[in-house]
């Protein structure tokens, strides 16, 4: 079988103001007896099947948190064991504060061959109001390194909406990262307020952009992107040409991918699961020798379907009509109104490049409001 793999190591030094992600902050000491599980759970899932892997993503979490030591482990427990595809693409996230060069040269002779960085703000003021542990100076140290030159490509993550944040602090966090030729790819992700996290529970306290703040910002993050020889190739993401990450399009077009480590998802056609959600339960269920899935649901072929055009709108690529009827068994346009698909085209949010429905630079704006009226 041919799949992608993602390991969840969901380890952080502190929490962000904004994190909802599954990550415990200050428990290093939890970090081999997980290590030890999620090799465990490879070699359950492997027990049967043969496993070749067209890409692999490490993320949490922070995995740079991990010692060389712990790396070390990780590596002869687990990566040692994995054959990879030619060509595969092999990414390891990493956050300025925990970042290493000897733990980069590390990952290089792995076979890690793309490094993303969590940067989110170039501001200080922003950063410590995130409650993120770096700082803007050792942004700049990390992309001066060296030993950068030896992965295939480099990308940042940064984050519109945070309190305090304006259309110049964006504009100079974007100009500071985005003109380094290191810097491949970037991810720009509005913040989203989610309860229970601080900033969700303090929303009416804190100086959060107003909508025409945020939609000037959309505009200087398009002019950015194409300054610094950026194409969006997805609502959230730009890459320099050839720089696209090929695991996140991997998910994006429904290809198969094992997840490893507690709260990682799975999707193997037809069905979808979900690990548990909670280091220990997810460590003693694996020590049984049980997969540790919480979750298990079939795609039905209109679910698929649904789930297709949506991200398909959100992709420069778009929804092509015969991979559609191909993959689920069900007319294209049986699913969707060809008149509204007329009307956004005429409206100037998507091209007809046949067979495929491709939302214009416009579009991808409102990718999501088409999805809805779609349906
Ligand atoms: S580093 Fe990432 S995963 Fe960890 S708390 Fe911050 S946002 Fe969440």
Redesign the pocket.
């Known amino acids: 079988m041919r799949c992608s793999l993602y390991v969840h190591l969901p380890f ?1 030094r ?3 103001r ?2 909802d ?1 599954y ?1 415990v ?1 200050d428990r290093e000491e939890l970090i081999d007896g997980y290590l030890d599980a999620v090799a465990r759970e490879w070699e359950l899932h492997t027990e049967r099947t043969s496993v070749e892997l067209t890409s692999v993503y490490i993320g ?3 995995p740079s948190l991990l010692s060389m030591a712990q790396w070390e482990y990780f590596g002869s427990l687990l990566f040692d064991k994995l054959t990879l595809v030619n060509d595969a693409e092999w990414t390891v996230e990493c ?1 300025p504060e925990s970042f290493t060069e000897e733990k980069a040269r590390l990952f290089a002779d792995m076979g890690v061959n793309r490094l993303t960085f ?1 940067i989110q703000s170039m501001q200080d003021r922003e950063l410590v109001t995130a ?2 542990p770096h700082t803007s100076h050792e942004v700049l140290k990390v992309l001066a390194a060296p030993v950068l030159r030896r992965f295939r490509s480099v990308a940042v993550d940064v984050i519109y909406g945070l309190p305090g944040q304006t259309l110049d602090s964006f504009a100079d966090t974007l100009r500071q990262l985005l003109y380094k030729p290191v810097v491949r790819h970037f991810s720009a992700y509005e913040l989203t307020l989610v309860e229970g996290t601080p900033f969700g529970r303090h929303r009416s306290l804190l100086p959060f952009p107003a909508e025409d703040e945020l939609e000037e910002i959309v505009h200087v993050l398009g002019t950015a992107a194409d300054r610094y020889g950026f194409r969006q190739y997805e609502v959230s993401n730009y890459a320099r040409m050839g720089y696209e990450c090929r695991h996140n399009i991997g998910y994006w077009n429904h290809s198969p991918y094992i997840g490893l480590g507690c709260a990682a998802h799975s999707y193997l056609h037809p069905y979808r699961s979900w690990n548990i959600t909670d280091i220990a339960g997810y460590c003693s269920r694996v020590r049984e020798g049980l997969l540790p899935v919480e979750r298990r649901e079939k795609l039905s072929a209109e679910m698929a379907g649904r789930e297709m055009i949506f991200l398909g709108l959100r992709q420069r690529t778009g929804i092509d009509e015969e991979r559609f009827t191909a993959a689920t068994g069900i007319p294209f346009a049986s699913m969707v109104s060809k008149t509204l698909l007329e009307r956004f085209r005429a409206d100037g949010y998507l091209e007809f490049d046949s067979p495929c429905w491709k939302p214009t630079k416009k579009g991808l704006l409102f990718a999501d409001f088409m999805a809805r009226e779609l349906f």
């Open positions: 952080c502190s929490k962000c904004y994190c992600f990550s902050a949490g979490g922070t956050n969590g409650g993120r």
